[in-house]
């Protein structure tokens, strides 16, 4: 997704949701693998935005006192990544010609026919319907794109990924551990 938004060195990213599973792996790749010469972030105050910190964003918003597309407007990012179906507040952040890429909220008709390239009649209605209309007018407003994306395993850069994986340069940061499964309310209660 961060190269399908053309994420390259020197690039300014902001990553919604940096705190959970896909969050923490994407601020690791904009910066270790990517060179991205800055990444924001959302979180919670406290373990939130620490785990940010330590997965290597230079700032984290967060979300629960701020509103990022305000506090960050004009800040003109390269690319946003939408990982928390706030695809439609981004708009405001992007620099002329920047991409704001979605995996989270209703997928687009070219998502979902990248899949399939031939979805039914009532396929494509619902995904007309369902329409993230507010992110596409908020990257047009801003003169640039949104996109939606499926993720799809890609040989050449999971063996990429791998290498940084092999290096401890991205690692999987779990916030939560308990000593059994008997122990799953402690997980839980963290939402």
Known sequence: ALKQGGVKEGSKVFIAG????????????AKKMLK??????TASAGAGTELCKKAGADRVVDYRSEDFEKVLAGEDFDM??????????????LKKGG???????????????????????MVKFFMFVTKNRA???????????????FLQPNGKELAEMTEF????????IIDTETDSIDDFKKAVDKL
């Open 165 to 172: 994986i092999e290096k401890g340069d991205v690692v999987a």
């Open 36 to 41: 991205a010469s800055y990444v924001c972030t």
């Open 80 to 93: 946003a990544f939408d990982t928390t179906n706030e695809a439609g507040k981004m708009g405001t952040l």
């Open 135 to 149: 992110a596409l007018k908020a990257a047009k407003k801003a003169g640039g794109s949104w996109e939606y994306l």
């Open 99 to 121: 991409k704001i890429i979605s995996i989270a909220g209703s997928p687009t008709i070219e998502a979902i026919e990248s899949l399939n390239p031939n979805p039914g009649l």
């Open 18 to 29: 940096g705190a959970g599973g896909v969050g923490s792996l994407a601020i690791q790749i």
